[in-house]
């Protein structure tokens, strides 16, 4: 079974500061999906990037980019210029097939 | 363009009451989805639908059921709720297969089982 791994619970970071959110997983299957969510305080899960697996180029989003290193399986997100609208929790999930299997998040902060 | 929408937001059961719960996509997407978030953890899927008629369990199917009869509709039927369903639960919808994949969330039902 596909698991997601998300070792750091918490994380704060300065306004306009870089920050990097780690990731990593565990699958023997060669064609998969990677995404990051943003949980606010609302609850709405929304989709901040998302990565497919056969693309050797790294996601970006505006701010958001990632660094998806398959070989290590490990998927980081990066958060440039960091805003107070940024402080939520963040999941990582990963996709094969028709289902999604989601680490336990990680809680940003953002220091003003 | 609602994209998916649950109902209800909050709710307080007894224990050994039921309740459905309501999700409606609007996107025409074949895949739905019903997830569980207890409390600083990420999502648990507890079943899904490939299309109308078909649904399948997840990890967590214990103490649920589902039917799908439209593609629009994906109700969580729970039956004799017990303390251990307290939880926040979100439907989500995804076209398919194909890239980008994506599934689309819900604002999320809050239960909590007294």
């Known amino acids: 079974a596909q698991t997601v791994t998300q070792s750091q619970p918490e994380m704060s970071v300065q306004e306009a500061e870089t920050v990097t959110l780690s990731c990593t997983y565990d699958t023997s299957e060669s064609d998969y999906y990677l995404f990051w969510y943003k949980q606010p305080p609302s609850r709405q899960m929304i989709l901040v990037i998302r990565?497919?697996?056969?693309?050797?180029q790294n996601a970006t989003e505006n701010r958001f980019s990632v660094n998806f290193q398959k070989a290590a399986k490990s998927f980081s997100l990066k958060i440039s210029d960091s805003q107070l609208g940024d402080a939520a929790m963040y999941f990582c999930?990963?996709?094969?097939?028709?289902?999604?299997?989601f680490g336990k998040g990680i809680t940003l902060s953002v220091r003003p | 363009n609602a994209g998916v929408t649950q109902t209800p937001k909050f709710r307080i059961l007894k224990i050994g009451q039921s309740m459905t719960l309501q999700c409606t996509q609007d996107m025409n997407h074949n895949y739905m989805y019903w997830y569980r978030q207890d409390p600083g953890m990420g999502l648990k899927l507890i079943y899904y639908?490939?299309?109308?008629?078909?649904?399948d369990k997840g990890e967590v199917p214990n103490g649920y059921n589902v039917s799908r009869s439209t593609t629009e509709d994906f109700p969580l039927r729970l039956e004799l709720a017990a303390p251990s369903q307290t939880s926040v639960y979100f439907c989500a919808s995804s076209p398919g297969l194909a890239p980008p994949a994506t599934q689309y969330f819900g604002p999320g039902t809050r239960l909590t089982v007294l």
């Open positions: 999930a990963y996709r094969s097939n028709s289902k999604l299997t």
């Open positions: 990565q497919e697996a056969y693309k050797q």
């Open positions: 639908s490939v299309g109308a008629g078909i649904t």
